[in-house]
């Protein structure tokens, strides 16, 4: 690894945790800077209920929002690279769109859970999500698994994704506007789909936090076989890499990655496609054993930064969350397709 990307690493790092400590002070409730680092060193705040608000809403929110960017950045260069696309994204193959439609059916067509959800019975209900977006996202992942056995091309199987993405949206877009459930179900159901960091609970961390160590795990113990993917399938396969094999793993992990995050905090745009070339940028490599790390720290300060910015420090308003990660992620979108224009220029004689 080069001096300057362990350099871009380490500043990454205090990004991460300058924007963590700034996520648990911010919020409507005005706590001073030196109690909340008082209550997350384990010591008493002046007034107890500060100590309340810190751990149990939103010390949460910034893990969570810390972990879901991290996913999203790594699953986003896994897929990137997979598919040697610099606009792919972890959900590129149906993953939120089979979340999507497994929490539509909950919430707009079963009639107890459906209830029980728009009511908000605290854990119940966000368990209910949950695992309604893991069911959806886990077939829609199955299928798109089995079809990438039988077929040689990673295009191929980004089309067959993208259709299977497709559908699931059409039949979401159906149930959604037939009304099914009624109004406050769609209205429900409409609020999970912004996105949202701050409605995750201890209990919720302890299924979030093995499942995204599992996809980032996987991720760094295959750099080797993502670098070697980046000169094509026909050199990797030369050098005895079993491409496909290497590519089902790599969509388990991205779609694990992708679907437990979209699972507890809806379908969190732009970060996945955004934070890869931001790293790519900052570290100035395309050696994935940098990279992976980078995507990881990157997708946790950008994310972090989001989920500030969505809770206006403050204030009692909140702005949606994927309102402000597809402001952050849609100017990165736009200098990726124009350097990708000015770089066919030149090569052109």
């Known amino acids: 690894m080069s001096r300057r990307a ?34 997350l060193a384990g010591d008493a705040p002046a007034d107890p209920v500060w100590s309340t608000i810190v751990t149990q809403v939103r010390l949460p929110r910034a893990l969570t929002a810390l972990l879901a960017g991290a996913a999203l950045g790594v699953g986003g260069l896994q897929m990137q690279t997979l598919f040697r696309n610099p606009l792919a994204d972890p959900f590129i193959l149906g993953v939120s769109s ?47 698994l089995a079809v990438s056995r039988r077929v040689a091309s990673p295009a191929t199987v980004l089309i067959i ?5 497709y559908v699931t949206a ?3 877009s159906v149930l959604v506007h037939s009304g099914v459930g009624g109004v406050e179900r769609v209205r429900a159901y409409i609020a999970w789909g912004f996105g949202s960091f701050a409605s995750t609970t201890w ?34 396969a030369s050098m005895g890499l079993r491409v496909r094999g290497v590519r089902v793993l790599v969509i388990c992990g991205a779609s694990l990655l992708a679907g437990v995050t979209t699972a507890f905090c809806g379908p969190v745009a732009f970060v996945g496609v955004a934070v890869p070339h931001v790293a790519r940028a900052a570290l100035r490599t395309s050696d994935h054993r940098a990279l992976v790390p980078g995507c990881l720290l990157a997708g946790g300060a950008v994310a972090l930064a989001a989920g500030l ?41």
């Open 170 to 172: 059409a039949v979401v």
């Open 98 to 144: 089979g979340a999507s439609l497994g929490v539509a059916l909950v919430v707009l067509v079963a009639d107890g859970a459906g209830t029980t959800l728009v009511g908000g019975l605290g854990l119940a209900a966000s368990v209910g999500v949950a695992g309604a977006a893991a069911v959806g996202a886990g077939v829609t992942t199955a299928a798109v």
């Open 6 to 39: 362990e350099v871009a690493l380490a500043a990454l790092a205090v990004a991460v945790a300058a924007l963590f400590v700034a996520t648990v002070a911010a919020g409507s409730v005005a706590i001073p800077l030196s109690q909340v680092v008082a209550v």
């Open 309 to 349: 910015a969505a809770e206006v420090p403050g204030s009692d308003a909140t702005l949606p969350l994927n309102a402000v990660t597809s402001l952050i992620g849609a100017p990165v979108v736009v200098a990726v397709l124009l350097r990708m224009r000015r770089s066919r220029q030149a090569v052109v004689p």
């Open 203 to 236: 209990s919720e961390l302890t299924v979030l936090v093995p499942c995204v160590a599992a996809g980032l795990a996987l991720a760094g113990a295959m750099t080797k076989q993502l670098n070697a993917l980046l000169l094509g399938d026909r050199y990797a």
């Open 161 to 165: 994704g993208l259709m299977a993405g």
